[in-house]
């Protein structure tokens, strides 16, 4: 059995949730989804340029599994580029 998630701090709103190749309907593509912590170590690393240990304490996470989470959005995300794929923002909402 896995360790249970630890909690992430994440202080990220988007204005879209939701990206599609142009002229092709939704119902008609496949889709790739990133998580909340996923855009928010984005936002973190590539939007605001900082460094992965800077950005891991703001998180509450390890810089290790900062790492892991940035490589697996950019991972996404090129998948969704490169294979014409819908990209779906999965915000969980705080209560």
Known sequence: MSRPKKCRCTRCTVESDYFKPR??????????????DEVEALRLADYEGLYQEEAAGRMNISRSTFG????AAHRKIADAILHGKALK???????
């Open 68 to 71: 892991r989470i940035v490589a």
């Open 89 to 95: 923002i999965e915000l969980r909402q705080e209560a």
């Open 23 to 36: 002229g092709i309907p939704l119902s008609d593509l496949d889709e790739v989804s990133l998580g909340t």
